[in-house]
């Protein structure tokens, strides 16, 4: 009960300035996602540790930061910033340092790739998804913001059915190496719900979204959604921890209430690219 209580009153605050942030977006989402973003890479790379595996944490949080903001604000300059980057990391590569070097770099570049560039397509797509598709954000107020919120609705209950679903009809095991307690039919569940979660918030925050659209959206958060939990489980597996970090009480850290966003990102940020071009 104590762990309950301790997850209910994290909701509690952390709910309302999520969806207030969200909505709002902007220079809000903006810095929303890129205090995310750092706080889920130094929880990435902190894991590894465990492993004697030393990524470069503090540079690749500066630059990833740097590349959220200046690909928001000035996308021209984001490009010669990627190999200016990459230049700095290989030049920590040759120094003298703890652990592998390799594997540093390895990781360290794993790390601004699953999470940072998937992030940065998030923003990318709330900056975008006026131009690129205009018929479903005429005279919706914050359409990018409401697409963003249904999305992660649709994740919610996803995963919450994916529970449901596994305790109560679950005899398969859909990733038993790494995550035991999945099931086939927890996944199939999940799957199902985020459909018709979208399709119904869709329908409710974002009215033109056609419904092929929002269908294809829900499919999206079911399969990749999931699939990012474990992915996220594969990397706590391979470093021997069970949360990310203990920051929020009974929730584990921030990538492990965030990972399936973050993996659903680039797939939606796909999906409506193709659109825009396709129209």
Known sequence: MSDLWKRVGVALWGVPLLVFLIYQGGVYLLALVTILNAMALWEFYSMQEAKEIHPYKLPAVV???????IGSWWPEYWLPLILLSLLLFFLI?????????????????AGLVYISLFLYTLLHLASS???WWPEITTNTVHASG????????AIW?????AYFGGKHFGKHKLAPAISPKKTIEGGISGLLFATLAFVGFGALFIPQLPLWAAVTCGLLVGVFGQLGDLVESR?????GVKDSSNLLPGHGGILDRFD???FVSPFLWVFFYAVSKWS
């Open 260 to 262: 399936s966003l973050i």
């Open 235 to 239: 990397f706590k597996r391979n470093a």
């Open 129 to 131: 998804i006026t131009e």
């Open 63 to 69: 630059v990833s930061t740097a590349l959220m903001l």
């Open 157 to 161: 209950i996803c995963d919450t059915a």
């Open 93 to 109: 590569f040759l120094r003298e340092q703890k652990g592998e070097p390799f594997q540093n770099i390895a990781f360290t570049l």
């Open 146 to 153: 409401r697409l963003i919120l249904t999305t992660i609705a």
